[in-house]
């Protein structure tokens, strides 16, 4: 065990634990006690009536987050919000282990994952009760993992990972999108895996035991708690749930009219966020 922390405490290692352990206490430090607005009281409340939040119900964030309800000190936001803090930070730790991978020199590494810490939206989203910040947790997790099966052609990393996308469909549906960038990283090693048959059938099984948290939402709302998105006791509800079919899937909700032209319209929003993020200097650097 002693030899195991020693492992992970040296080297690149260390400054991944510092930056972590920095950025950590950094967030909680400045972490919110109340409500901020947006979808964090949906979020808050559901998890601490032990419900059912918003489609696509977030069965993971909603049951973790319950647990947090259960620490004795501090406000029922701010426990709920250690969900943000706590993955934020790790995600620093983590990202710049992948930033190393790719040969990136210590210094521009601390540089580049210090730069997006303390960056308004990440920070902001790493201070609040919100979905986002376990949503890139397991983004650049899986990156890291992925990583690591390309380096050493291991099985256990994609068994690892297989776990960890079926987790993070129980929380945010957007990884999906990330899905084809992840396939064009392990599509030319694919073909090394001995006994493929045997790895992709415990790949699935491992992705299948990665969504068991969707039993929280059948459980939860068979309570008829006070927040209770769809009432999902049964198959109908849940679809209904998963899907976002009242919340709306490519809309804030089916009550507000839906323009594919508008779309194309917001990509200037888009722009204009990260100029007040990273400034032209800072978008100039990462192209």
Do not use: C
């Amino acid at each position: 065990m002693l030899e195991v922390l020693r492992k992970l405490v040296r080297g690149e290692n260390l400054y991944a634990v510092l930056l972590s352990s920095s950025f950590l206490l950094l967030y909680v430090l400045f972490q919110t006690t109340s409500i901020f607005g947006g979808d964090a009281g949906d979020l808050v409340s559901a998890a601490f009536v032990h419900g059912v939040a918003h489609p696509p119900g977030y069965p993971l964030y909603t049951f973790i987050g319950w647990l947090l309800t259960l620490l004795p000190f501090s406000t029922v936001a701010w426990r709920v919000g250690l969900l943000s803090s706590i993955p934020g930070a790790a995600t620093i730790g983590i990202l710049f282990l992948v930033l190393k991978k790719y040969n990136v020199k210590t210094l521009p590494a601390i540089v580049a994952v210090t730069t997006l810490g303390v960056s308004y939206l990440f920070w902001l989203y790493s201070s609040v009760a919100e979905v986002f910040s376990l949503h890139v947790f397991f983004v650049v997790l899986l990156l890291f993992f992925l990583q690591l099966f390309v380096e050493t052609r291991k099985n256990k990393y994609i068994y690892l990972s297989a776990l960890i996308f079926g987790l993070s469909l129980t929380h945010h549906h957007t990884i999906l999108f990330i899905v084809p960038g992840y396939l064009f990283m392990v599509y030319p090693h694919v073909f090394e895996i001995k006994n493929k048959l045997t790895v992709f059938g415990r790949s699935f099984l491992l992705f299948f035991l990665g969504l068991t948290p969707y039993i929280y939402v059948f459980l939860a709302a068979s309570t008829n708690p006070a927040v209770n998105w769809e009432a999902p006791t049964n198959l109908t509800g849940f679809i209904r749930l998963v899907s976002r079919a009242v919340y709306g899937t490519f809309s804030t909700g089916s009550f507000h009219p839906f323009n594919k032209l508008d779309r194309y319209f917001q990509l200037s929003n888009v722009v204009n966020t990260l100029l007040l993020d990273f400034t032209n200097a800072g978008l100039i650097l990462i192209g």
